[in-house]
């Protein structure tokens, strides 16, 4: 295990970032270099950042333990947990895979992998702070032939109350390890959050797009949200625009909504987006976005899926086929009793919470 610290510009801000890549079974790529790039970017914005790379189950837990007990000191206002690797999820509970990590049954995985309810035990014992957690987790078979979850990603839950929490992709579904130096999400997290000024849900959402994009919708970055406050990596050296360069500024937002207002191209949405990132329109462009993406999406994720049966449910496809029932309204679902597994509209298996 690697461990590094960056020295605090700002005794306020507290970052632990960890970055699994050297699996047993099933090996990574770019973990470590997406928590070296987080690591960077966090040290940049004045956070004191504890570094860990390729860490075992001790030093994970070592690791959460020690920020468990830094962020209860009364100068620590911002948190920020950033975890690259694999990731699971088991009876509504989402575990972190430490390098040395070896699983066979649900049981070992219990106890070999760190849950991750033990960090967010750690930040509700903490008060009046700010945490922002990050997973670029969920990566696809972690355990090689050796043990395979019954369901895939991660699962969902809510936020507490003053924190953020960004996934990778959307509940259940897995994310690119990507093929360039850094993985899909991180890439384009580093660039997104490197904007000052910019607050983080914005740049979030950004994120979201652009990994959309990327991957065709095959991967739609996520996040759970109790925020009380505008939260910003970069909120330093802002220069006061004067009246003639707001009047500039808000001219040029109004002419490029009135040229795109009508399109149907996503080009033309997304240079928007890109142009004006907080502009007038941007809540109405990232709307328009995703539903002309939704429309070109849907066909290709039903076609990918009845071709394709549901891991580790080899006979099961989109068609509902072994008696698991596909579901097209909300009367339907609301019908199903609650634990049933079906088939949601897009083609994927879900089970009803």
């Keep these: 295990m690697r461990r590094s610290w960056a020295a605090s510009g700002d005794p306020s801000r507290l970052a632990l970032v960890i970055g699994n890549s050297a699996y047993r079974d099933g090996p990574l790529i770019n973990p470590g270099n997406d928590a070296r790039a987080m690591a960077s970017l966090f040290g940049q914005a004045g956070f004191t950042v504890d570094s860990r790379l390729d860490a075992t189950r001790t030093d994970m837990m070592a690791a959460i333990e020690r920020f468990g007990a830094a962020i209860r000191r009364p100068e620590i206002k911002q948190v920020v947990f950033y975890y690259a690797g694999h990731g699971v999820q088991l009876d509504w509970r989402n575990y972190l895979l430490p390098v040395d990590a070896e699983v066979d049954t649900a049981d070992q995985l219990r106890q070999h992998c760190v849950d991750l309810g033990l960090l967010l035990s750690q930040l509700g014992a903490a008060k009046d702070k700010t945490f922002i957690i990050i997973l670029d987790a ?137 142009n004006f990132p907080n502009g007038r329109f941007a809540e109405i462009a990232q709307m328009r976005v995703a539903r002309l993406l939704a429309e070109t999406e849907k066909p290709a994720t039903v076609s990918v899926a009845s071709a394709a049966p549901t891991q580790g449910n080899a006979s099961m496809s989109a068609t509902g086929e072994k008696g698991i029932p596909t579901i097209q309204n909300e009367e339907e679902y609301d019908a199903l009793p609650k634990g049933a597994t079906y088939i949601d509209p897009k083609g994927k298996m879900r089970r009803k919470s």
């Excluded at 043990?147 to 996934?167: C, H, N, T, W």
């Excluded at 959307?170 to 490197?194: F, I, M």
């Excluded at 652009?210 to 991957?215: A, D, E, H, P």
């Excluded at 220069?239 to 009508?262: C, F, G, N, P």
Aim: charge should be negative; glycine fraction near 8%.
């Design 138 to 274: 969920c990566r696809n078979n972690p355990f090689g032939n050796a043990y395979r979850p019954e369901q895939k990603g991660l699962a969902q839950f809510d936020a507490p109350v003053g924190s953020l929490i960004a996934y990778a992709t959307s509940p259940g579904n897995v994310a690119s390890d990507g093929s360039g130096k850094n993985g899909l999400y991180t890439e384009n997290l580093v660039r997104e959050l490197s904007m000052h000024g910019t607050r983080i849900e914005d740049a979030l959402k950004r994120v979201r797009l652009n990994v959309r994009l990327t991957s065709r919708g095959a991967q739609i970055p996520w996040e759970t949200t109790s925020l009380e406050s505008d939260v910003f990596l970069f909120n330093d050296g802002q220069t006061k625009l004067s009246d003639a360069e707001l009047e500039k500024q808000v001219e040029a937002d109004l002419a490029e909504w009135i040229r795109i207002k009508s399109s149907r191209k996503v080009d033309d949405w997304v240079g928007y987006l890109h």
